[in-house]
């Protein structure tokens, strides 16, 4: 079955660079979410989008921004990158109707140097 | 956005049963209880899911009690590939998931 695909797996920045993270949602699902999760940590959710319209705002910094498009990818937008950014970032696609359950991509390393 | 608690870790012999706890007094009646793991840099995986009633599926079973304030998660042969930590979350809508910080499984062979 097709899963969500996330590209590039990996990615090395500098400071003060900017970075595009892309997923790509399982095919009918209406509903993409983009997680951050650091080194140690545990996922935390930074925004989400349905029918290409965005529907929830988490822990996204003003320096990220993020959206969908007619196919229903999905692209999250990083500028003026900082050491902190450092990351796994994932993206996840579901229905938007119950049990909810989201389905999740291998995520993008992102270093920044 | 409703809390779940988990134990921090647990271990369990190689090809015993293990049962994954989780407490959620504060649900409400129309949250759903998901289970998730996470192997080390992977995705989060889906495990199961379930309402009301006990589940099944390929990978575990989800025991749900009668007053749904807690749920148990069954692996019922552990395997050294079911070490990951292991997040129990709620759901109502199809918003954000608060992963909490979930239970480290360690498999000892």
């Known amino acids: 079955a097709a899963g969500v695909i996330q590209s590039p797996r990996h990615l090395i920045k500098e400071k003060r660079e900017t970075a595009t993270l892309k997923c790509y949602p399982i095919?009918?699902?209406?509903?993409v979410y983009w997680y951050q999760q650091g080194p140690g940590q545990d996922p935390q959710f930074l925004i989400s989008f349905y029918e290409k319209m965005q529907s929830d705002k988490g822990s996204i910094p003003d320096r990220f921004s993020a959206q969908q498009f007619s196919d229903y990818h999905s692209e999250l937008n990083m500028s003026s990158l900082e050491l902190g950014d450092s990351a796994l970032y994932f993206c996840a696609s579901s229905f938007s109707g119950p049990p909810y359950e989201q389905y999740f991509g291998p995520g993008t390393r992102l270093t920044v140097t | 956005d409703a809390k779940t608690t988990q134990p921090n870790s647990m271990e369990s012999n190689e090809e015993e049963p293990v049962h994954l706890p989780c407490n959620h007094s504060?649900?409400?009646?129309?949250?759903?209880i998901h289970w998730y793991r996470q192997l080390p840099s992977q995705g989060p995986e889906y495990v199961i899911h379930g309402l009301t009633s006990n589940v099944n599926n390929r990978m575990a079973s989800l025991a749900i009690a009668e007053d749904r304030k807690s749920s148990t998660l069954i692996l019922h042969r552990a395997t050294l590939r079911d070490a990951a930590v292991y997040y129990c979350i709620l759901l109502n809508t199809g918003n954000q998931f608060y992963f909490g910080t979930g239970t480290s499984l360690t498999v000892i062979p």
């Open positions: 504060t649900i409400s009646g129309t949250d759903y």
């Open positions: 095919p009918r699902h209406d509903t």
